[in-house]
């Protein structure tokens, strides 16, 4: 079924997955364009052909930094955040699949993993 128009503003699965890849975009972008300025200071100080570029240059390269390290964050959050969903829709499968199982066995009379002992009326040992 194709998608109507405007359905990714309700779909909250993907709502998520774009704040975390945002999220993971300013993280990247301020952790790296912290290294590029510190990168950057270092160069001017000891390099005489740092100093000599333009100031256009010298904020192209700061924003390349910023820019390759909020890509590369956004990515490894998304991927980790895919991870994440698909342990707990695994977990939940899983969950679901052991409830049927114990609702079968308590059908049966058998009692289920709550139970004291598997044998009726004798305690356990203590």
Do not use: C
């Amino acid at each position: 079924m194709a998608r109507q128009h405007a359905s990714l503003t309700k779909d909250e699965e993907t709502n998520a997955a774009a704040w975390e890849a945002a999220r993971g975009a300013g993280w990247g972008a301020f952790k790296w364009g912290t290294f590029s300025l510190v990168a950057g200071g270092v160069a001017y100080a000891l390099s005489p052909i740092y100093r000599g570029l333009t100031v256009q240059f010298k904020v192209y390269i700061q924003m390349s930094g910023m820019i390759l390290g909020s890509m590369i964050e956004a990515d490894k959050r998304m991927i980790a955040y895919e991870h994440m969903v698909r342990h707990q829709k695994r977990m939940a499968r899983d969950m679901e699949v052991w409830r049927r199982y114990e609702e079968e066995f308590e059908e049966k009379g058998t009692p289920g993993v709550g139970a004291e002992s598997g044998v009726k009326g004798k305690k356990p040992d203590v």
